[in-house]
């Protein structure tokens, strides 16, 4: 928050989060932290972060998977909650998890630059730089395409070996940037 | 505000998608690309390091920068690809039986109608011929002509004129202190007092920003060279090094 007008009051959520003890468990083990604090009244609310962009996307019942880091506030009518998603965030160094925001109302993230979104229908599959990777919606399956061969192995790989294939309906959003992850290939 | 959103067949073709990426079109066809500047692919398309197999008769005619061969990757395919650097301003030129030349670091991209050489300044790229090439700039790029002298940082790139020749202040190297600090490196500098002067008919392009991109070429460069000095130039090198480091920690 960096001002507000009107009457506001902050809360800052217990140490639950809104998703319940088991929900918080699941947050610690997979390591997806997360601390949001809860703004009510009339007026205008404003947020930053360092002068990062922040993109608006509304939902209509269905998931946004995105990582906890990039997440900056949403609508109380939205549900978060913890996916594990196995090898798949091991390429952003960001763990074996990622945060899902479910329900009604709009999620506000942040990018690196203002973020794009790619639409991804069954005939043209989608793949994306894990390190550009910033969320998605949709019926999505996602699939890691490791293009590891001996040349990586002797430091002459393409750079580009580690990438994210989505298949099915839905919308990637990436960022015109890329995150120094873990995982340099 | 909402995001702009497209699909394969949106996307747009060998152009800017927004201010900081840009979209290229395969159709069978192959782009020289710097590595880790895709961020996304609608399509089959593959990527190879320059020491693939395949690609011998490309870079044999196409790439000639042993330097910065390990950076460079080639894709190749039939799809669409997105480009983007850093989140700076990314834009495409087109060059017609032209020569340019580029800091290495913001190139992001060329056709193979256009041949890369490697510039005599340290840290730049000629291209040479006719095509298109995408480059990054932190900030809007600026079109100035010669005689202009540039800050290094702020320069990105000229085409068509000579290259350009070191310029340094008089007062900055006169007396006593600036004699010390020819010879250590040390003290007094205001960051400015060294730039590239360019003369003759051409065009020279600068970024609005003193940012640029750290640069693994330079270092090679200059590591690759180490073996000229012997021993004293070395010890020489370790004490400037040592005081350099020195300088920029406090």
Known sequence: ?185 | MSTPTFSAATLPANDNVSSYAFGVELNGGRWFAQKGKMIAYYGQISFEALSAGPLDSLVASHFHSPLYAHDWIVASGSGKLLLADRGFDVNSFDLDDGNLTIRAGNLLAFEPGLELKQSIIPGFLTLLGTGRFVAASNGPVHFVEPPIRVDPQALLGWADCPSPCHHYDHSYMRGALGTARMLTGLGGQSGEEHQFDFTGRGTVLMQSSETVAADGGLLRQIEGQLGLLGTSGLQRLHQTIGARLQAERD
């Open chain 1, 1 to 185: 928050m960096v001002a507000y007008d009107g009457e506001m009051t902050f809360k800052r959520q217990g140490i639950t989060g809104g998703e319940g003890l088991r929900g918080a468990l699941r947050r610690r083990v997979a390591g997806e932290g997360i601390t949001l604090m809860e703004v009510t009244g009339h007026g205008t609310v404003y947020l930053a972060d360092e002068a990062t962009e922040i993109t608006l996307i509304p939902l209509r019942g269905d998931t946004l998977f995105v990582e906890s880091d990039s997440v900056m506030a949403l609508d109380a009518g939205l549900q978060t909650g913890v996916q594990f998603v196995g090898l798949r965030g091991m390429g952003t160094g960001q763990g074996l998890a990622t945060t899902k925001i479910e329900g009604h109302g709009t999620a506000a993230i942040l990018s690196h630059g203002p973020a794009i979104g790619l639409q991804v229908t069954p005939e043209i599959p989608l793949s994306v730089d894990p390190h550009a990777y910033v969320a998605h919606h949709g019926q999505l399956r996602q699939d890691v395409v490791t293009d590891v061969n001996w040349r990586t192995v002797l430091g002459q790989g393409s750079g580009e070996s580690v990438q994210f294939r989505y298949h099915g309906h839905g919308v990637v959003y990436v960022q015109p940037a890329e995150r120094s992850g873990a995982l340099e290939i």
